[in-house]
């Protein structure tokens, strides 16, 4: 798989010998690159060791308990006043307009979906993940090969810094041959106790340029710099929209507002983009596939770490008003693998937790409890009428998700890790129907053998 060396059980990984970059500042570059040209070896330790951020989290944690922790301001998405936009055909340079026509004739796309992926403290977690991910292009039919990969948000920890961005970011996808756009995680836009750095300022450094360069994070690699707008911004694809939102810095929950006045500071910004994106949807009669996307979940399994209620409320009060739904909404965060059934105003809306992405595996239950079944019905969570069901989990593997978007379907697939690369069955998925709203079979396209 793209000259990969994987670790199997009972051998030892290659040791890798790490150059840092001689550029100090960003450097420009006539297109887009993704992929090194030629496949390197899974790195077998980090090129900068990982500090300790013990001190830096006792700390954070005193003022949580003080409820002294406030979500952070953050910078307006550029040139665009309302609904920030970003495209497949922009971020692929000169490639664009053929790639995204070769996609619209297929009858499909395939994209992945990650969150949650920097380690601190292994390599292994990563490279499992990237290397299957990697994988997936090795495809039969090469409409089945995915076109871009969707980061759900915490890229780098423990607060986004950009000496780790080599480690945790360029070098576990140094052999990934596509673009990857990124939600802002909490912990990429945190700071920790007595930095003196921007919030953000690593993942805007890293993933809103605003033309194709390549960073000092990058650490020698070739991978460009992504060009978003900002942290919240409309990204266009053949047969999907999917709206991306910045939920913050707080641990619990997800802010993406003021909260009528509760956090000035952040403003209601993105409660304006998210009404803007949601209209265009409705006035240009636009049939595709609708995602929304933030970090923090709305809904998790097994404790009430996480929810955001109100965030939730707020998302629900705009597409309300507006009379646009999204089709599925993912999120990471919580360290695992989950999925809902929100059974609301007559629509099946899938919403999924995706960050077990390489950052440590979080049980759904505590250490001696017993695993949960499935599916479970969790009670208390929304108002008379409407149901939400957790129908699947993984607490026990990395993974990720790979979605399938047609004229007519949105097929979202959960993929463990663990699988390896000779498996291309996923453990669990949702189709919804584009136009009924509800979940089905998957009918796709035609295959010719």
Request: aromatic residues 8%; proline residues 7%; contains cysteine.
């Amino acid at each position: 798989m793209f000259g990969r060396h994987r670790q199997t059980a009972g051998t030892s990984a290659p040791e890798v010998a790490q150059e840092k970059p001689a550029n100090t500042a960003p450097y420009p570059t006539a297109r887009p690159q993704f992929a090194q040209p030629e496949p390197l070896p899974d790195p077998a330790k980090f090129a900068v060791k990982h500090a300790s951020d013990a001190a830096a989290y006792k700390e954070i944690d005193t003022k949580a308990r003080a409820h002294e922790l406030r979500p952070l301001p953050f910078p307006r998405a550029r040139r665009h006043p309302r609904e920030p936009v970003l495209t497949l055909n922009q971020v692929l340079g000169s490639d664009g307009d053929a790639v995204t026509k070769a996609i619209e004739a297929s009858g499909q796309i395939v994209f992945h979906a990650v969150g949650d992926t920097g380690n601190t403290r292994s390599t292994d977690p990563q490279n499992e993940v990237s290397d299957k991910m990697a994988g997936d292009f090795e495809e039969t039919d090469k409409r089945d090969a995915p076109q871009f990969c969707l980061h759900l948000g915490d890229v780098v920890y423990s607060f986004g810094e950009a000496q780790y961005y080599y480690d945790q970011f360029y070098e576990p996808y140094r052999n990934y041959p596509a673009p990857i756009v990124a939600l802002a995680g909490n912990h990429d836009g945190m700071l920790a106790p007595g930095a003196n750095v921007a919030t953000l300022e690593a993942f805007l450094t890293n993933f809103c340029a605003e033309n194709f360069v390549v960073t000092p994070e990058a650490g020698g690699l070739d991978r460009t710099a992504m060009i978003q707008p900002g942290v919240y911004f409309t990204f266009e694809a053949p047969f999907v929209r999917v709206i991306a939102l910045y939920s913050n810095t707080l641990e619990d929950p997800g802010v993406i507002s003021s909260q009528g006045g509760q956090f000035p500071e952040v403003t209601d910004v993105q409660l304006d983009f998210l009404k803007a994106a949601l209209t265009r949807i409705r006035d240009d009669k636009y049939a595709g596939a609708v995602l929304i996307a933030h970090h923090h979940p709305v809904f998790t399994a097994g404790s009430r770490h996480s929810w955001s209620p109100k965030m939730l409320k707020e998302i629900d009060g705009v597409c309300e008003s507006v009379g646009v739904w999204p089709h599925a909404v993912l999120s990471a965060h919580a360290h695992n693998y989950q999925r809902f059934t929100r059974a609301h105003g007559g629509r099946q809306v899938p919403y999924l937790v995706a960050g077990n992405g390489g950052h440590g595996r979080a049980p759904l239950q505590r250490k001696g409890g017993k695993a949960l079944r499935v599916p479970q019905v969790i009670e208390g969570s929304l108002a008379s009428g409407e149901s939400v069901v957790l129908e699947s989990y993984d607490d026990q593997d990395y993974g990720y998700l790979r979605i399938i978007a047609t004229a007519t379907q949105l097929r979202i697939e959960y993929h463990p890790a663990s699988d390896g690369d000779g498996a291309k069955t996923p453990d669990d998925s949702a189709t919804v129907d584009l136009r009924t709203r509800q979940l089905v079979h998957f009918s796709g396209t035609a295959r010719h053998h």
